[in-house]
Nanobody, 125 residues
Framework: QVQLVESGGGLVQAGGSLRLSCAVSGRTFSSYAMGWFRQAPGKEREFVGSIRGSGGSTYYVDSVKGRFTISRDNAKNMVYLQMNSLKPEDTAVYYC??????????????????WGQGTQVTVSS
């Protein structure tokens, strides 16, 4: 069983930065591609970005490109979401998720098998 625990959320002013962390249990962390999703109030959960198991390939939705960076440390079973130049519209609960599909970039949440509990990010204007 794989367990994911996010941390690092909080309240930040527009233009500020936050780094979210996701700790993953399990011995085969590098066999999972990791994704970040977010869900704003009253909206569906949406894909933010992902990183392959080796850490060599990342993918982002257009709305966060150039502002958000996903990285991972396979030795520590950790994945990170560095968020810069935050905007009020980035306010959401952020989730990390794991999938064993690695040959393609997976953006659909139904293809992710394991999920964290989420961490709240609030960006004030």
């Amino acid at each position: 069983q794989v367990q994911l625990v996010e941390s690092g959320g909080g309240l930040v002013q527009a233009g500020g930065s936050l780094r979210l962390s996701c700790a993953v249990s399990g011995r085969t962390f590098s066999s999972y591609a990791m994704g970040w999703f977010r869900q704003a109030p009253g909206k569906e959960r949406e894909f933010v970005g992902s990183i392959r198991g080796s850490g060599g390939s990342t993918y982002y939705v257009d709305s966060v490109k150039g502002r958000f960076t996903i990285s991972r440390d396979n030795a520590k079973n950790m994945v990170y979401l560095q968020m810069n130049s935050l905007k009020p519209e980035d306010t959401a609960v952020y989730y990390c998720a794991a999938t064993q599909i690695q040959h393609i970039t997976v953006t659909s949440q139904r293809n992710y098998n394991y999920w964290g509990q989420g961490t709240q990010v609030t960006v004030s204007s």
